[in-house]
Protein backbone atom coordinates (compact mmCIF):
# COMPACT_ATOMS: atom_id res chain seq x y z
CA UNK A 1 0.00 0.00 0.00
CA UNK A 2 0.92 3.36 -0.80
CA UNK A 3 0.93 6.65 1.25
CA UNK A 4 2.17 9.73 0.51
CA UNK A 5 3.03 12.21 3.96
CA UNK A 6 3.24 16.11 2.73
CA UNK A 7 5.67 17.25 5.47
CA UNK A 8 8.83 16.01 7.11
CA UNK A 9 8.24 17.68 10.63
CA UNK A 10 8.06 15.55 13.80
CA UNK A 11 4.91 14.47 13.57
CA UNK A 12 6.01 12.29 10.18
CA UNK A 13 8.89 11.41 12.21
CA UNK A 14 6.71 9.83 14.66
CA UNK A 15 4.39 8.42 11.99
CA UNK A 16 7.06 6.35 10.48
CA UNK A 17 7.97 4.67 13.59
CA UNK A 18 4.49 3.53 14.01
CA UNK A 19 3.88 2.73 10.57
CA UNK A 20 3.80 -1.09 9.80
CA UNK A 21 6.28 -2.22 6.67
CA UNK A 22 3.43 -2.68 4.47
CA UNK A 23 3.58 0.24 3.79
CA UNK A 24 5.15 1.89 0.82
CA UNK A 25 6.16 5.51 1.74
CA UNK A 26 6.61 9.06 -0.20
CA UNK A 27 7.44 12.25 1.82
CA UNK A 28 7.25 15.22 0.41
CA UNK A 29 8.89 18.30 1.51
CA UNK A 30 10.64 21.75 0.52
CA UNK A 31 13.58 21.07 2.36
CA UNK A 32 15.96 18.73 1.11
CA UNK A 33 17.85 18.60 4.40
CA UNK A 34 14.75 17.59 6.25
CA UNK A 35 14.37 14.93 3.71
CA UNK A 36 17.62 13.08 4.12
CA UNK A 37 17.57 13.49 8.02
CA UNK A 38 13.92 11.52 7.97
CA UNK A 39 15.52 9.06 5.65
CA UNK A 40 17.44 7.89 8.18
CA UNK A 41 14.18 6.67 10.50
CA UNK A 42 13.11 3.79 7.89
CA UNK A 43 12.83 3.41 3.60
CA UNK A 44 11.12 6.13 1.88
CA UNK A 45 10.61 8.10 -1.36
CA UNK A 46 11.55 11.30 -0.91
CA UNK A 47 10.08 14.20 -3.29
CA UNK A 48 11.08 17.65 -3.00
CA UNK A 49 8.92 20.73 -3.89
CA UNK A 50 5.56 21.96 -2.61
CA UNK A 51 3.09 20.19 -1.32
CA UNK A 52 0.15 22.17 -1.93
CA UNK A 53 1.37 22.12 -5.65
CA UNK A 54 -0.64 19.70 -7.83
CA UNK A 55 2.24 18.90 -9.99
CA UNK A 56 4.50 18.11 -7.25
CA UNK A 57 1.90 15.76 -5.97
CA UNK A 58 1.86 13.86 -9.48
CA UNK A 59 5.28 13.33 -9.27
CA UNK A 60 5.02 11.84 -5.89
CA UNK A 61 2.43 9.32 -7.78
CA UNK A 62 -0.89 10.74 -6.02
CA UNK A 63 -2.76 8.80 -8.88
CA UNK A 64 -2.14 5.36 -7.88
CA UNK A 65 -1.65 6.63 -3.77
CA UNK A 66 -3.66 4.92 -1.27
CA UNK A 67 -3.94 7.46 0.99
CA UNK A 68 -2.25 11.06 1.71
CA UNK A 69 -1.68 12.36 5.09
CA UNK A 70 -0.94 16.54 4.95
CA UNK A 71 1.20 16.82 7.56
CA UNK A 72 2.74 20.36 7.33
CA UNK A 73 3.09 23.67 10.10
CA UNK A 74 0.73 25.55 7.80
CA UNK A 75 -3.12 24.47 7.52
CA UNK A 76 -3.50 26.58 4.03
CA UNK A 77 -0.76 24.17 2.41
CA UNK A 78 -2.62 21.12 4.19
CA UNK A 79 -6.15 21.79 2.87
CA UNK A 80 -4.77 22.20 -0.79
CA UNK A 81 -2.65 19.00 -0.71
CA UNK A 82 -6.54 17.60 1.23
CA UNK A 83 -8.22 18.89 -1.83
CA UNK A 84 -6.21 17.54 -4.25
CA UNK A 85 -6.13 14.56 -2.76
CA UNK A 86 -10.15 14.30 -2.65
CA UNK A 87 -10.35 15.28 -6.25
CA UNK A 88 -7.95 12.03 -7.30
CA UNK A 89 -10.19 9.86 -5.82
CA UNK A 90 -8.42 9.09 -2.48
CA UNK A 91 -10.33 7.39 0.24
CA UNK A 92 -7.78 7.84 3.17
CA UNK A 93 -7.27 11.51 3.20
CA UNK A 94 -5.95 12.84 6.74
CA UNK A 95 -4.48 16.33 8.20
CA UNK A 96 -2.66 18.07 10.86
CA UNK A 97 -4.84 20.57 12.45
CA UNK A 98 -2.46 22.84 13.55
CA UNK A 99 -4.97 26.01 14.68
CA UNK A 100 -8.13 24.53 15.92
CA UNK A 101 -10.29 27.46 15.04
CA UNK A 102 -9.46 25.68 11.24
CA UNK A 103 -11.34 22.61 12.16
CA UNK A 104 -14.76 23.44 10.35
CA UNK A 105 -12.52 24.25 6.97
CA UNK A 106 -11.40 20.27 7.16
CA UNK A 107 -14.91 19.28 7.69
CA UNK A 108 -16.27 21.10 4.90
CA UNK A 109 -13.57 19.45 2.82
CA UNK A 110 -14.20 16.08 4.07
CA UNK A 111 -11.11 15.19 5.40
CA UNK A 112 -10.10 13.55 9.18
CA UNK A 113 -8.02 16.49 11.29
CA UNK A 114 -5.95 15.62 14.19
CA UNK A 115 -4.60 18.52 16.23
CA UNK A 116 -1.07 17.26 17.83
CA UNK A 117 -1.41 20.29 20.31
CA UNK A 118 -4.85 19.62 21.54
CA UNK A 119 -3.89 15.70 22.28
CA UNK A 120 -0.71 16.69 23.96
CA UNK A 121 -2.66 19.49 25.80
CA UNK A 122 -5.21 16.62 26.86
CA UNK A 123 -2.55 14.18 28.00
CA UNK A 124 -0.99 17.27 29.64
CA UNK A 125 -3.87 18.34 31.42
CA UNK A 126 -5.10 14.60 32.72
CA UNK A 127 -1.87 14.59 34.95
CA UNK A 128 -1.78 18.43 35.67
CA UNK A 129 -5.46 18.13 36.60
CA UNK A 130 -5.36 15.66 40.04
CA UNK A 131 -9.06 14.55 39.77
CA UNK A 132 -9.29 14.31 36.15
CA UNK A 133 -8.63 10.74 34.25
CA UNK A 134 -8.64 11.09 31.19
CA UNK A 135 -10.85 12.21 28.04
CA UNK A 136 -10.81 11.42 24.28
CA UNK A 137 -12.39 13.37 21.02
CA UNK A 138 -15.03 11.99 18.69
CA UNK A 139 -17.71 12.79 16.50
CA UNK A 140 -15.57 15.55 14.72
CA UNK A 141 -13.88 16.71 17.89
CA UNK A 142 -17.60 18.17 18.46
CA UNK A 143 -17.89 15.74 21.44
CA UNK A 144 -15.79 14.67 24.26
CA UNK A 145 -16.01 11.71 26.85
CA UNK A 146 -14.08 12.54 29.77
CA UNK A 147 -13.76 10.47 32.96
CA UNK A 148 -13.35 12.52 36.40
CA UNK A 149 -12.53 11.05 39.96
CA UNK A 150 -15.01 12.08 42.61
CA UNK A 151 -12.84 13.32 45.63
CA UNK A 152 -13.99 13.60 49.08
CA UNK A 153 -14.79 17.18 48.97
CA UNK A 154 -16.69 17.42 45.88
CA UNK A 155 -19.95 19.58 45.49
CA UNK A 156 -21.82 16.71 43.47
CA UNK A 157 -20.63 14.01 46.41
CA UNK A 158 -24.12 12.46 47.67
CA UNK A 159 -26.52 14.34 44.88
CA UNK A 160 -28.49 12.04 42.98
CA UNK A 161 -27.65 11.86 39.13
CA UNK A 162 -31.37 13.96 38.32
CA UNK A 163 -30.51 16.57 40.10
CA UNK A 164 -27.08 16.75 38.16
CA UNK A 165 -28.82 17.57 35.08
CA UNK A 166 -27.53 19.15 31.74
CA UNK A 167 -28.96 19.34 28.38
CA UNK A 168 -25.43 19.33 26.70
CA UNK A 169 -24.00 16.12 28.61
CA UNK A 170 -24.71 12.89 30.37
CA UNK A 171 -23.50 10.89 32.67
CA UNK A 172 -22.54 7.87 30.98
CA UNK A 173 -21.29 5.30 33.67
CA UNK A 174 -19.68 5.07 36.87
CA UNK A 175 -17.15 2.58 38.13
CA UNK A 176 -17.17 2.13 42.00
CA UNK A 177 -15.08 -0.27 44.00
CA UNK A 178 -13.92 -2.05 40.53
CA UNK A 179 -17.89 -2.52 39.69
CA UNK A 180 -19.17 -0.86 36.40
CA UNK A 181 -22.65 0.86 36.89
CA UNK A 182 -25.00 2.57 34.17
CA UNK A 183 -26.94 5.43 36.27
CA UNK A 184 -30.29 6.44 36.69
CA UNK A 185 -31.53 9.17 37.72
CA UNK A 186 -31.82 8.27 41.77
CA UNK A 187 -27.86 6.69 41.31
CA UNK A 188 -26.21 9.40 43.78
CA UNK A 189 -22.24 10.01 43.38
CA UNK A 190 -19.97 8.63 46.17
CA UNK A 191 -16.27 9.40 46.93
CA UNK A 192 -13.99 7.17 44.97
CA UNK A 193 -16.19 7.13 42.22
CA UNK A 194 -14.99 7.34 38.41
CA UNK A 195 -16.94 8.88 36.21
CA UNK A 196 -17.50 8.82 32.70
CA UNK A 197 -19.77 12.13 31.26
CA UNK A 198 -20.34 12.56 27.60
CA UNK A 199 -20.92 15.95 26.30
CA UNK A 200 -20.02 18.96 23.75
CA UNK A 201 -16.20 19.68 24.02
CA UNK A 202 -17.05 23.15 24.26
CA UNK A 203 -18.65 22.80 27.90
CA UNK A 204 -15.65 20.10 28.97
CA UNK A 205 -14.21 23.03 30.79
CA UNK A 206 -18.25 22.81 32.48
CA UNK A 207 -17.96 19.50 32.85
CA UNK A 208 -14.70 19.19 34.79
CA UNK A 209 -15.94 22.33 36.79
CA UNK A 210 -19.04 20.36 37.74
CA UNK A 211 -17.87 17.55 38.97
CA UNK A 212 -14.09 18.16 40.18
CA UNK A 213 -15.07 21.64 42.24
CA UNK A 214 -14.30 21.19 46.17
CA UNK A 215 -16.87 22.24 48.80
CA UNK A 216 -16.31 22.67 52.36
CA UNK A 217 -18.25 20.27 54.85
CA UNK A 218 -16.46 20.04 57.94
CA UNK A 219 -18.12 19.09 60.68
CA UNK A 220 -20.92 18.59 58.87
CA UNK A 221 -20.56 15.04 57.70
CA UNK A 222 -19.86 14.63 61.43
CA UNK A 223 -22.69 16.53 62.69
CA UNK A 224 -24.08 20.45 62.13
CA UNK A 225 -23.63 22.03 65.37
CA UNK A 226 -20.63 22.55 67.63
CA UNK A 227 -21.15 21.78 71.29
CA UNK A 228 -19.38 22.83 74.70
CA UNK A 229 -19.60 23.28 78.14
CA UNK A 230 -20.02 26.50 80.10
CA UNK A 231 -19.79 26.06 84.15
CA UNK A 232 -17.12 27.97 85.09
CA UNK A 233 -14.97 31.23 84.00
CA UNK A 234 -12.09 29.06 83.15
CA UNK A 235 -14.48 27.48 80.49
CA UNK A 236 -15.54 30.70 78.73
CA UNK A 237 -12.30 30.86 76.25
CA UNK A 238 -13.35 27.49 75.19
CA UNK A 239 -16.74 28.31 74.55
CA UNK A 240 -15.38 31.44 73.02
CA UNK A 241 -13.20 29.27 70.14
CA UNK A 242 -15.93 27.40 70.18
CA UNK A 243 -17.83 30.39 68.94
CA UNK A 244 -15.12 31.34 66.16
CA UNK A 245 -15.01 27.77 64.50
CA UNK A 246 -18.97 27.91 64.20
CA UNK A 247 -18.45 30.90 61.70
CA UNK A 248 -14.55 29.21 60.46
CA UNK A 249 -16.60 26.28 59.32
CA UNK A 250 -20.10 25.10 57.93
CA UNK A 251 -21.20 24.57 61.45
CA UNK A 252 -25.20 25.62 61.59
CA UNK A 253 -24.44 27.23 65.40
CA UNK A 254 -23.55 26.55 68.74
CA UNK A 255 -25.12 24.40 71.64
CA UNK A 256 -24.34 25.49 75.19
CA UNK A 257 -24.53 22.97 78.05
CA UNK A 258 -24.65 24.44 81.22
CA UNK A 259 -25.57 23.94 84.88
CA UNK A 260 -29.52 24.19 85.57
CA UNK A 261 -29.88 27.70 87.45
CA UNK A 262 -34.20 26.80 88.36
CA UNK A 263 -34.74 26.67 91.51
CA UNK A 264 -31.48 26.20 92.50
CA UNK A 265 -30.53 26.14 96.55
CA UNK A 266 -27.50 28.06 96.26
CA UNK A 267 -28.00 31.19 95.26
CA UNK A 268 -24.58 32.44 94.27
CA UNK A 269 -23.65 30.03 92.33
CA UNK A 270 -26.99 30.68 90.54
CA UNK A 271 -26.23 34.47 89.76
CA UNK A 272 -22.14 32.93 88.94
CA UNK A 273 -23.54 30.78 85.59
CA UNK A 274 -26.14 33.65 84.89
CA UNK A 275 -23.74 36.24 84.26
CA UNK A 276 -21.42 33.61 82.81
CA UNK A 277 -24.58 33.28 80.40
CA UNK A 278 -24.82 36.85 79.83
CA UNK A 279 -21.19 37.81 79.28
CA UNK A 280 -20.53 35.07 76.88
CA UNK A 281 -23.68 35.94 74.71
CA UNK A 282 -22.46 39.68 74.60
CA UNK A 283 -19.38 38.70 72.99
CA UNK A 284 -20.57 36.76 70.44
CA UNK A 285 -22.38 37.78 67.31
CA UNK A 286 -23.75 36.04 63.96
CA UNK A 287 -23.74 32.85 66.05
CA UNK A 288 -26.86 30.64 66.40
CA UNK A 289 -26.87 30.29 70.08
CA UNK A 290 -28.60 27.38 71.75
CA UNK A 291 -28.40 27.05 75.39
CA UNK A 292 -28.99 23.41 77.37
CA UNK A 293 -29.55 23.78 81.40
CA UNK A 294 -28.71 20.42 82.92
CA UNK A 295 -28.29 18.85 85.86
CA UNK A 296 -25.67 16.69 87.05
CA UNK A 297 -22.46 16.09 85.00
CA UNK A 298 -21.69 18.34 82.01
CA UNK A 299 -19.52 15.81 80.64
CA UNK A 300 -22.55 13.45 80.99
CA UNK A 301 -24.54 15.72 79.38
CA UNK A 302 -22.45 16.82 76.46
CA UNK A 303 -22.50 12.79 75.63
CA UNK A 304 -26.40 12.85 75.65
CA UNK A 305 -25.80 15.55 73.40
CA UNK A 306 -24.06 13.94 70.66
CA UNK A 307 -26.22 11.04 71.18
CA UNK A 308 -29.27 13.01 70.91
CA UNK A 309 -28.61 15.76 68.42
CA UNK A 310 -26.83 16.43 65.53
CA UNK A 311 -23.20 17.78 67.21
CA UNK A 312 -20.30 17.30 64.65
CA UNK A 313 -17.50 18.90 67.18
CA UNK A 314 -16.57 19.26 70.68
CA UNK A 315 -14.80 21.73 72.09
CA UNK A 316 -12.99 20.61 75.53
CA UNK A 317 -10.69 22.93 77.47
CA UNK A 318 -6.93 21.45 77.51
CA UNK A 319 -6.14 19.61 80.58
CA UNK A 320 -3.38 21.37 82.90
CA UNK A 321 -0.60 20.24 85.18
CA UNK A 322 2.25 18.10 85.21
CA UNK A 323 3.24 16.45 81.74
CA UNK A 324 2.16 13.35 83.17
CA UNK A 325 -1.13 13.93 84.52
CA UNK A 326 -1.57 15.80 81.18
CA UNK A 327 -1.10 13.16 79.40
CA UNK A 328 -3.18 10.84 81.10
CA UNK A 329 -5.87 13.43 80.54
CA UNK A 330 -5.35 13.67 76.82
CA UNK A 331 -6.03 10.21 76.54
CA UNK A 332 -8.91 9.97 78.47
CA UNK A 333 -10.52 12.38 76.49
CA UNK A 334 -9.16 10.78 73.31
CA UNK A 335 -10.63 7.31 74.91
CA UNK A 336 -14.00 8.99 75.67
CA UNK A 337 -14.95 10.32 72.32
CA UNK A 338 -13.11 8.04 70.04
CA UNK A 339 -15.77 6.64 69.08
CA UNK A 340 -18.85 8.88 69.44
CA UNK A 341 -18.38 9.97 65.22
CA UNK A 342 -17.75 13.75 66.23
CA UNK A 343 -14.35 15.76 66.14
CA UNK A 344 -12.50 16.89 69.54
CA UNK A 345 -10.98 20.13 69.96
CA UNK A 346 -8.22 19.89 72.26
CA UNK A 347 -8.61 24.06 73.37
CA UNK A 348 -6.00 26.35 74.24
CA UNK A 349 -8.08 29.45 73.41
CA UNK A 350 -5.43 29.76 70.66
CA UNK A 351 -8.31 31.79 67.96
CA UNK A 352 -7.95 33.77 66.00
CA UNK A 353 -5.76 31.22 64.08
CA UNK A 354 -2.97 32.26 61.64
CA UNK A 355 -3.19 29.46 59.36
CA UNK A 356 -4.42 25.47 59.52
CA UNK A 357 -1.90 23.09 60.26
CA UNK A 358 -1.87 19.86 58.77
CA UNK A 359 0.00 16.80 58.55
CA UNK A 360 1.41 16.45 54.77
CA UNK A 361 0.66 12.66 54.56
CA UNK A 362 -1.00 9.99 52.14
CA UNK A 363 -2.25 8.14 54.58
CA UNK A 364 -5.94 7.59 55.47
CA UNK A 365 -4.67 9.18 58.77
CA UNK A 366 -2.95 11.92 56.74
CA UNK A 367 -5.80 13.00 54.03
CA UNK A 368 -8.37 13.05 56.68
CA UNK A 369 -7.00 15.41 58.78
CA UNK A 370 -5.34 17.50 55.49
CA UNK A 371 -9.87 17.51 54.00
CA UNK A 372 -11.07 18.90 57.15
CA UNK A 373 -8.08 21.49 57.48
CA UNK A 374 -8.57 22.77 53.90
CA UNK A 375 -12.17 22.83 54.47
CA UNK A 376 -11.89 24.65 58.03
CA UNK A 377 -9.05 26.97 56.09
CA UNK A 378 -11.46 27.94 53.43
CA UNK A 379 -14.46 29.30 55.52
CA UNK A 380 -11.88 30.97 57.56
CA UNK A 381 -10.23 32.57 54.49
CA UNK A 382 -6.52 31.43 55.91
CA UNK A 383 -3.61 29.69 54.26
CA UNK A 384 -3.23 25.79 55.12
CA UNK A 385 0.36 24.83 56.27
CA UNK A 386 1.39 21.70 55.34
CA UNK A 387 4.09 19.88 57.39
CA UNK A 388 5.89 16.96 56.49
CA UNK A 389 7.68 15.22 59.25
CA UNK A 390 10.54 12.85 58.06
CA UNK A 391 13.40 10.98 60.12
CA UNK A 392 16.78 12.23 60.18
CA UNK A 393 18.84 11.65 57.60
CA UNK A 394 21.13 9.06 59.60
CA UNK A 395 18.27 7.02 60.76
CA UNK A 396 16.02 7.45 57.57
CA UNK A 397 15.48 6.53 53.67
CA UNK A 398 15.82 8.96 51.52
CA UNK A 399 12.72 7.59 50.20
CA UNK A 400 11.12 9.13 52.99
CA UNK A 401 11.29 12.29 52.13
CA UNK A 402 10.56 12.18 48.48
CA UNK A 403 7.18 10.61 49.70
CA UNK A 404 7.14 13.41 51.56
CA UNK A 405 7.43 15.88 49.09
CA UNK A 406 4.66 14.39 46.80
CA UNK A 407 2.26 14.30 49.76
CA UNK A 408 2.92 18.30 50.17
CA UNK A 409 2.23 18.79 46.30
CA UNK A 410 -0.89 16.73 46.47
CA UNK A 411 -1.97 18.57 49.52
CA UNK A 412 -1.62 21.84 47.66
CA UNK A 413 -3.07 20.84 44.82
CA UNK A 414 -6.21 19.33 46.94
CA UNK A 415 -6.35 23.02 48.84
CA UNK A 416 -6.16 24.64 45.31
CA UNK A 417 -9.54 23.25 44.15
CA UNK A 418 -11.27 25.25 47.00
CA UNK A 419 -9.01 28.44 46.37
CA UNK A 420 -6.92 27.90 49.47
CA UNK A 421 -3.04 28.40 49.38
CA UNK A 422 -1.02 26.17 51.12
CA UNK A 423 2.76 26.15 51.90
CA UNK A 424 4.42 23.16 52.39
CA UNK A 425 7.26 22.28 54.75
CA UNK A 426 9.40 18.90 54.66
CA UNK A 427 11.19 19.06 57.93
CA UNK A 428 13.14 16.20 59.43
CA UNK A 429 13.50 15.32 63.18
CA UNK A 430 11.06 14.11 66.22
CA UNK A 431 7.67 14.22 64.51
CA UNK A 432 5.87 15.09 67.75
CA UNK A 433 8.14 18.17 68.19
CA UNK A 434 7.87 18.92 64.79
CA UNK A 435 3.70 18.68 64.33
CA UNK A 436 3.34 20.63 67.91
CA UNK A 437 5.60 23.87 66.51
CA UNK A 438 3.28 23.92 63.49
CA UNK A 439 0.31 23.73 65.97
CA UNK A 440 1.94 27.09 67.77
CA UNK A 441 2.91 28.66 64.71
CA UNK A 442 -0.88 28.31 63.48
CA UNK A 443 -2.93 28.55 65.66
CA UNK A 444 -4.22 25.11 65.34
CA UNK A 445 -3.25 21.98 63.99
CA UNK A 446 -5.99 19.59 63.04
CA UNK A 447 -4.42 15.55 62.96
CA UNK A 448 -6.90 12.51 62.68
CA UNK A 449 -7.97 10.35 65.52
CA UNK A 450 -6.06 7.22 66.25
CA UNK A 451 -7.58 4.44 64.02
CA UNK A 452 -7.22 2.28 67.53
CA UNK A 453 -7.54 3.33 71.27
CA UNK A 454 -4.70 5.03 72.62
CA UNK A 455 -3.86 3.62 76.22
CA UNK A 456 -1.74 5.18 78.88
CA UNK A 457 1.36 3.25 78.35
CA UNK A 458 1.30 3.83 74.66
CA UNK A 459 -0.31 7.14 74.23
CA UNK A 460 0.11 7.62 70.08
CA UNK A 461 0.92 10.07 68.40
CA UNK A 462 -2.35 12.20 68.49
CA UNK A 463 -2.07 12.51 72.37
CA UNK A 464 1.72 13.45 72.53
CA UNK A 465 1.39 16.44 70.16
CA UNK A 466 -2.09 17.67 72.15
CA UNK A 467 -0.30 17.50 74.88
CA UNK A 468 3.16 18.68 73.78
CA UNK A 469 1.58 21.84 71.46
CA UNK A 470 0.67 25.15 73.36
CA UNK A 471 -2.20 25.49 70.91
CA UNK A 472 -4.80 23.99 70.04
CA UNK A 473 -5.62 20.80 68.55
CA UNK A 474 -8.24 19.17 66.66
CA UNK A 475 -8.55 15.67 65.74
CA UNK A 476 -11.23 14.34 63.51
CA UNK A 477 -12.87 10.78 62.75
CA UNK A 478 -11.63 9.05 59.70
CA UNK A 479 -15.33 8.44 58.52
CA UNK A 480 -18.25 10.22 58.43
CA UNK A 481 -21.33 9.90 61.28
CA UNK A 482 -23.38 7.14 60.68
Do not use: K
Not at 85 to 97: D, P
Not at 356 to 370: C, K, L, M, N, Q
Amino acid sequence: MNVIVVGAGGTTRALLRRLSARWEVVIVDNDPDRLAQIGTDREITPVVGDGSSRLVLERAGIEGADAVVAATDDDDVNLEVCRAARGAGIERVLAVLNRPDRSSDYRDAAVVSVSPSERAARLLEAHLEPRRVSSAPFADGLAEAVELRIAPDASVRGTALRDTHSDTWIVAAILRDGNLIIPHGDTRFEAGDRVTVVGHARDLSTIIRTFTAGESRFPTSFGQRIAVALGSVTDVTTALEAAYLVQASQAAGLTVVHPDTSGAADAERSEEIDTLLATFEDEISGVDLQTRPVTGSLTDALEQLIAEESIGLVCIPAPSGNPVSERIAVVSLIRQYHDLGVALLVSRASHPYASIAVPARRTTAGETAARSGIDIAHDADLPVLGVAAVSPTFVGREEEAVDARRAATWLREEAAVQGVRAERRVLRGNPVRILAEAADESGILVLAMPESLPTYLRPGLAAYVARAATSSVLLVPRQPRS
